[in-house]
C-alpha cells in the first residue's frame, strides 16, 4: 500500500499570498496518478488536480500540479477567499487508491 | 451536467447492514466506473474500493473484504454499496463518485451520513 505525507498539516495565510503544498509518497506513484482534491467543511471534495499537473474542468488557472515518482506539489498561485479548505492529495496508480492525511489552508 | 445524487441519511445498530445508492447522470453509465469513499468524522477520506459499470468487475480495499459489496444496475444508472457486520467505527459520510481503475474521480456526490449506534 502507497502511503501518502503531506505538508504541512496547516497553512497560515493571507489572501493574494502564493500557497505551495506537498505530497510526498512511500514509493513511486504509477503513471503520476496523483490527483489534487479541495474539501470545504460540509461539502464533497472536488477534483482540482489528476495526473500530477492537469487542471479538471472548470478549475482556475491559479492552481497548479507538479512533480513526478514520490514528490508531488499543488501550487496556488495568488489565494482567493473561497481558496481556504482543506486539500487531499490521492494516488490512484495502485490498489488501495489512497488518500494524504490532508493540508488545512487557513487564513492568517 | 454530471450530477452523482445519493440516498439520505441512515441510522443503524451495530450487526446490521446498510445500501447506500448512487443515481447518475449526465453521462454514458457504462463509460465509467464508481468510486466509493467514505469519511469519518474529523478524519480525512478512505478510499472503499469501486465498481465497473462496464463489466461489474470490482476492486475492494482489503480492508473492508467480505463486510461490503458494490453493484450496479445499468437500466437505472444506479450505483449501490452495501456495508454488513456494521461496527461504531463505519459511522461516517459515504460518498460516491464517478471514476476507477485508471481513472480519478472526478465528480462526486453529495455525500450519505450513516450513523452506527446502540
Known amino acids: 500500500e502507497i502511503v501518502l505525507t503531506q505538508s504541512p498539516g496547516t497553512l497560515s495565510l493571507s489572501p493574494g499570498e502564493r500557497a505551495t503544498l506537498s505530497c510526498r509518497a512511500s514509493?513511486?506513484?504509477?503513471?503520476?496518478?496523483l490527483a489534487w482534491h479541495q474539501q470545504k467543511p460540509g461539502q464533497a471534495p472536488r477534483l482540482l488536480i489528476y495526473?500530477?499537473?492537469s487542471r479538471a474542468t472548470g478549475i482556475p488557472d491559479r492552481f497548479s500540479g507538479s512533480g513526478s515518482g514520490t514528490d508531488f506539489t499543488l501550487t496556488i498561485s495568488r489565494l482567493e477567499p473561497e481558496d481556504f479548505a482543506v486539500y487531499y492529495c490521492q494516488q490512484y496508480g495502485s490498489s488501495p487508491f489512497t488518500f494524504g492525511p490532508g493540508t488545512k489552508v487557513d487564513i492568517k | 451536467q454530471v450530477q452523482l445524487v445519493q440516498s439520505g441519511a441512515e441510522v443503524k445498530k451495530p450487526g446490521a447492514s446498510v445500501k447506500v445508492s448512487c443515481k447518475a447522470s449526465g453521462y454514458g453509465f457504462t463509460n465509467y466506473g464508481i468510486t466509493w469513499v467514505r469519511q469519518a468524522p474529523g478524519q480525512g477520506p478512505e478510499w472503499m474500493g469501486w465498481?465497473?459499470?462496464?463489466?461489474?468487475?470490482?476492486n475492494y480495499a482489503q480492508m473492508l473484504q467480505g463486510r461490503v459489496t458494490m453493484t450496479t444496475d445499468t437500466s437505472a444508472s444506479t450505483a449501490y454499496m452495501e456495508l454488513r457486520s456494521l461496527r461504531s467505527d463505519d459511522t461516517a459520510v459515504y460518498y460516491c463518485?464517478?471514476?476507477?481503475?485508471?481513472?480519478?474521480?472526478?465528480?462526486w456526490g453529495q455525500g450519505t451520513l450513516v450513523t452506527v449506534s446502540s
Open positions: 465498481i465497473s459499470a462496464y463489466n461489474g468487475n470490482t
Open positions: 463518485a464517478r471514476g476507477g481503475g485508471s481513472l480519478m474521480p472526478d465528480y
Open positions: 514509493q513511486s506513484v504509477s503513471s503520476n496518478f
Open positions: 495526473a500530477a499537473s
